[in-house]
């Protein structure tokens, strides 16, 4: 659940709001900012092992390169711009500002976007930690036009469920993942599932102030339980925030693959190495 009211001057939070446990404003490589890797803040808010927030005012040459995952989900929500796309269970197509692209990989995958000339750019590329049960089960990818993501007020529910509405996109794992615009001075308070005991948010512009701190630009990982998370907004503020019950597997990884073993791992890789010499692969680099 979640509440939002104006509040012209914003007030304090209460002292005894849920905490910030770790903040970062990430590496910029470029048009991406690496915000969450599976060897750092990964492993404190499994299932949610990477984050990528890519921005660019005009886009200048080629774009992502084909390229596989297995054991993962990959989650793009796209915030501008527009970019096409093509993977290898032979879907293909565009996604413009507020769109949504979805690849369980499992037992493996290969993808490629190449965004429009010109143009700018404004996105989140988010990876999730597979059960065991679906690491290497059969991939699928699904394709949200904008008008297709559901939401109320300033939220937008792009996995699980929140207010009332829930994502199209089935997920066998309790997450929840939404995309929130505030206005300045607007208080909106989050309320995760009780079995949620992970949560954290990502910031791209404006100012959040919470539990005594003022967060900009930067990721927060918020104490571990299913406490309210208290957010008053200063300026126009865009931000994704998740929460989920936590990832009970170790982190098992490969250059584009998660696993929850050493033994699932081999046989991710030597899926996505075998799929790479196949028709479906192969049109995706024509």
């Given amino acids: 659940m979640a509440t939002a009211t104006l509040s012209p001057s914003a007030p304090a939070i ?7 446990a770790h903040r ?31 921005e ?13 995952h297995s054991g993962i989900a990959t989650l793009t929500t796209f915030l501008a711009g527009s970019t096409d796309y093509a993977d290898s269970t032979s879907k293909s197509g565009t996604l413009t500002a507020g769109s949504v692209e979805w690849m369980r990989a499992g037992a493996g995958v290969w993808h490629t976007g190449n965004p429009v000339e010109g143009m700018g750019m404004l996105g989140y590329q988010l ?5 065991s049960e679906l690491e290497l089960a059969a991939p699928e990818s699904l394709y949200l036009a904008p008008e297709q993501v559901v939401g109320e007020g300033p939220v937008r529910v792009v996995l699980g469920s929140h207010e009332g509405k829930t994502s199209p996109i089935a997920l066998p794992v309790p997450i929840t993942f939404l995309h929130v615009r505030l206005q300045d001075g607007e208080r909106w308070t989050y309320r995760p599932a009780a079995d949620h005991d992970i949560a954290w948010l990502a910031l791209n512009s404006g100012k959040l102030h919470t539990a005594g701190a003022t967060l900009q630009r930067e990721v927060a990982v918020f104490a571990e339980g299913n ?9 126009a503020v865009e931000f994704v925030i998740g929460s989920a019950a936590k990832h009970p597997h170790p982190l098992v990884t490969g250059y584009y693959s998660v696993h929850t073993s050493p033994a699932a791992l081999i046989e991710g890789e030597r899926n996505i190495a075998a799929l790479e010499h196949s028709e479906a692969v192969r049109a995706l680099f024509a």
């Fill in 227 to 235: 406490d309210a998370i208290e957010l008053v907004a200063e300026g």
């Fill in 24 to 54: 970062t404003s990430g590496r910029r490589y470029g048009p991406i900012t690496r915000l969450i890797s599976p060897g750092d803040l990964g492993e404190l808010v499994k299932p949610f092992v990477f984050l990528d927030l890519f």
């Fill in 56 to 68: 660019a005012d005009r886009i200048q040459g080629g774009g992502f390169a084909p390229h596989p």
């Fill in 127 to 131: 990876w999730l930690a597979l059960p």
């Fill in 14 to 20: 209460a002292g005894n709001a849920r905490a910030i």
